[in-house]
């Protein structure tokens, strides 16, 4: 399939997003993930197609997904895409989708550019309205380096069933806007215990880098949660 260029957006410092056209008949459920391809020259296979997950809704009548600004080649290909470029795209993918049964609460630990998937699932819960109780805990190393926090912020505005916890992993953070005064440390037995009293009953959506998801998914194992409620996507550089 075809795809255009919408907008191209700095979301933090590192962090850039994609808008683009969505094919007709195209459907995917929050969470999945489509298959870029980019004509660089000179380059194999593995080098012009990376997988992103989508950041944008089901509702939306546009995709998007976001990367980390890096030095591979398709990074930095896809860093002077610009309004109107077009690429090849397939999909979607991936069972790491959200779970509509309103009676099971999730809760939705996150971690740098992990929080794409589960961005698509809480704008999705809360366009739809559904009544199903999101809790989300999202680790970043700055205050400044939150990818979609406005949007975040947004949607447990709107949306009465979400929340939104932020953690920042850099103790000596100071952003230009004056200093972090919301929660600091990674996500521990803790944190997870405090915001979320009855966590022995929801269902956990774990996604970031890889060793973050290894070791959240042992601390989850060891405090005692059924791994049939516990998904997980983990993201590796390219």
Known sequence: MLSEILEVKPETPSVTSFKYTKPANFSYSPGQFTN???DIADCDERCNKRNFSLVSSPTDDYLMFATRVGASRFKQ????????NQFHLTGPFGRFILN?????????????IGITPLHSMIKYATYKQLP?????IYSNSTADDIPFKKDLDEYA???????????????????????????????DETMIQELIPNWQICEFYVCGP??????????????????????????TGY
């Open 157 to 187: 505005t709107q949306n009465k069933h979400f929340q939104a916890h932020y953690t920042v992993t850099n103790t000596a953070d100071t952003p230009p806007s004056g200093g972090w005064t919301g929660r600091k440390g990674r996500i």
């Open 100 to 112: 509509e049964d309103e009676r099971v609460g999730a809760v939705m630990l996150s971690g740098g």
């Open 210 to 235: 890889a060793q973050m998801v290894i070791e959240i998914k042992k601390l989850l194992v060891n405090m005692g949660l059924d791994v049939e409620k516990l998904k997980s996507e983990l993201f």
């Open 132 to 136: 199903k109780p999101i809790t989300l």
């Open 77 to 84: 290909t896809t860093e002077t895409l610009t309004n109107g």
């Open 36 to 38: 870029i391809e980019l």
